[in-house]
């Protein structure tokens, strides 16, 4: 399974994507909040989303997990 992670601290503004939706690389699937700067944080490969880690308003820490998918 491949994870994606968070690449800075930060609030989580928006999740975008859902539990069981195909993403495509390149794909943001998560938008971060940090120094009132969105940081859109996209998917390094295509996959299905099957667990998301996180919820809008939660914080982050670098190398966080935001979401795994397969």
């Known amino acids: 399974m491949n994870q994606i992670v968070a690449i800075m601290a930060g609030n989580v503004w928006k999740v975008i994507v859902?539990?069981?939706?195909?993403?495509?690389?390149?794909?943001?699937?998560?938008?971060?909040?940090?120094?009132?700067?969105?940081?859109?944080?996209?998917?390094e490969a295509s996959g299905i989303v099957k667990e998301i880690h996180v919820r809008e308003?939660?914080?982050?820490?670098?190398g966080d997990i935001l979401l795994e998918f397969e």
């Open 18 to 43: 859902s539990v069981g939706e195909n993403i495509e690389k390149g794909q943001d699937v998560v938008i971060l909040e940090s120094m009132k700067m969105e940081i859109p944080i996209a998917a």
């Open 57 to 62: 308003g939660d914080f982050v820490n670098e």
